[in-house]
């Protein structure tokens, strides 16, 4: 056998460079993909701790920064008169001290466990949020008990809060996409309701707080036995029982009467309101109405379509206004869950809009084209393919998009918030799967009917004004001082 043929010379060998230095190029064989296994969104195991406070569960092996989800019922609803503002502040002093550390060492203590604690408030109440190493948690559950269970709320720190919170709102007012929705929600809501209002209240409602203040809303509104904790991480290597039981299963509390959650009225008359900015360069827009929300029925099949009208860079509304006519960089639609159904029956209530910017000296055709983007869904209907990319999207991504432990407890605490069932998500995706393209077609229709809907746009009234009432989409008024 000569040498070109002996095995050893017939082996594949390192490549070399045309210098003879060995190649980077790599001849291992290509690994091969393993079999596909089910995947539902993960059911928390539920529990009450002796204290009253609400527990839900949920073990994911190998996720070592375990996330902690708190929620609160402390609503904007609640907030007392002319104090519009003090959940947002009380939100945000439940980590500026406790009865054991000032600000600056309970900062320190956070730091030393790799931890991080937000807080924020919103209509439906205040939420709490911890992400922690999983060797850490016993000592941040604590640092967490003792913000929920004994806030310092000390005078100096509450008026740094104010403001802070004072310095934030000529900001607010000077970013378009902000004075939209703020004119928005005035616009769509009733006169005088909370929901009407700014979330974090006005420079007049803010100023009137001090720590008095938070401190009262804090002792009507805090307590075990009306707060849900959701815990999400890997827990082989912790003794979470009694990480808990020492902690937040510890703090104690009176119990509370129901409280009581009001309808919520609103008015999606067809209309424009030009906030006025002159000489601006884009016109800011958010159009959009109140809808259902996620108890009702139709939530799989509205969602979708909101998917396919506005979800992505290549959804209707972007292909006719970006892709075709290069009117703006991007225009999107989207649904945001605003209420939760009232006390007496009443549905829920969700924001179903579009926003956006465009170049003021096409305005008025940019709305014209996007108007026409609607009526052509209801005149021709979505087609299968949309519906099809859609579900591909909303449903294939899903394993990736909760694979880490803040996403699933994020999730699991937006369905308590919203009274949701705690299968809800597992049975939102085969509802989305199983849902048809005409069902889809009637919820966008009835989603954004071109008559029924409030516009906000900010922007150069002059420039645009006279465009937009040629429109005939509704009433045009101009608000300056924008």
Not at 220 to 225: D, G, S, Y
Not at 337 to 355: M, N, Q
Not at 412 to 438: H, I, K, M, N
Request: with cysteine; proline share 8%.
């Amino acid at each position: 056998m000569s040498a070109a043929t002996t095995p050893e010379t017939t082996m594949p060998t390192t490549p070399t460079s045309a210098s003879g230095s060995p190649s980077s190029m790599d001849f291992h064989p290509r690994p091969r993909g393993g079999e596909p296994r089910p995947w539902a969104f993960p059911e928390p195991r539920r529990e009450t701790l002796p204290n009253g406070l609400t527990l839900l569960r949920c073990h994911r092996p190998g996720q070592q920064v375990v996330a902690v989800e708190i929620n609160l019922d402390a609503p904007l609803d609640a907030e007392p008169e002319g104090l519009d503002g003090v959940a947002t502040l009380m939100a945000r002093a439940l980590s500026e001290g406790t009865d054991k550390h000032d600000a600056e060492e309970f900062a320190a203590e956070l730091e030393r466990c790799g931890a991080t604690l937000d807080a924020h408030a919103d209509h439906p109440g205040v939420r709490v949020a911890l992400e922690v190493p999983s060797s850490r948690l016993p000592k941040a559950l604590g640092l967490l008990a003792d913000a929920l269970r004994a806030p310092a709320f000390a005078p100096s720190e509450v008026e740094r809060l104010v403001q802070n919170r004072l310095d934030e709102i000529p900001h607010e007012l000077a970013n378009p996409a902000r004075r939209a929705a703020r004119q928005f929600y005035r616009e769509l809501f009733e006169e005088g309701t909370r929901i009407s209002r700014p979330r974090q209240g006005t420079e007049e409602t803010v100023g009137r707080i001090d720590a008095a203040a938070v401190r009262a809303f804090y002792e009507t509104h805090v307590r075990p036995a009306t707060t849900t904790v959701v815990v999400v991480g890997d827990f082989s290597e912790i003794d979470l029982d009694t990480a808990l039981a020492e902690t937040l299963g510890a703090w104690t509390g009176s119990q509370a009467p129901a409280r009581e959650v009001r309808p919520v009225s609103s008015d999606d008359a067809g209309r424009v309101v030009i906030v006025d900015r002159p000489g601006a360069v884009q016109t800011q827009l958010l159009i959009g109405r109140v809808g259902p929300d996620r108890h009702d029925r139709v939530w799989p099949a509205q969602l979708l379509g909101i998917y396919t009208l506005g979800g992505t860079p290549t959804a209707r509304l972007d292909r006719v206004l970006r892709e075709e006519k290069g009117y703006t960089y991007g225009v999107r639609a989207f649904a945001q869950v605003l209420r939760p159904p009232g006390t007496d029956g009443s549905p829920g209530t969700a924001l179903l809009a579009i926003s956006g910017s465009i170049a003021t000296d096409v305005t008025g055709p940019a709305l014209e084209d996007l108007w026409g983007v609607l009526r052509r869904v209801a005149d021709e209907g979505l087609t299968d393919d949309e519906r099809d990319f859609a579900v591909r999207n909303l449903v294939g991504v899903a394993p990736l998009k909760y694979e880490m432990a803040v996403s699933v407890a994020g999730t699991l605490a937006d369905q308590v918030e919203q009274g949701l069932p705690d299968d809800f998500q597992a049975r939102l995706y085969a509802a989305l799967a199983e849902t048809g393209t005409v069902e889809v077609t009637a919820a966008t229709v009835s989603a954004f009917p071109p008559d029924r809907l409030v516009t906000v746009l900010v922007g150069d009234a002059e420039q645009i004004a006279d465009p937009v009432r040629e429109l005939g989409i509704g009433e045009v008024t101009v608000v300056r001082g924008g």
